[in-house]
């Protein structure tokens, strides 16, 4: 059970990173033409992605 259990949430962990990762990085494609500082949020989303997949 305990396997099971430590799979489910490395699962999960994985999946709360991705969600987060591909977040900040469509914010930053989106302030390409919108305002803000797309230059230091694209990598900031790349580097939170590049944390659990390489």
């Not at 987060?20 to 900031?44: E, H, N, W």
Request: charged share 10%.
């Amino acid at each position: 059970m305990t396997v099971f259990m430590r799979k489910t949430i490395k699962q999960v962990k994985r999946l709360m990173i991705a969600i987060v990762g591909f977040t900040v990085l469509f914010m930053g494609i989106a302030m390409i033409v919108l305002p803000g500082p797309a230059f230091i949020v694209i990598p900031l989303g790349i580097g939170i992605l590049a944390t659990e997949f390489i």
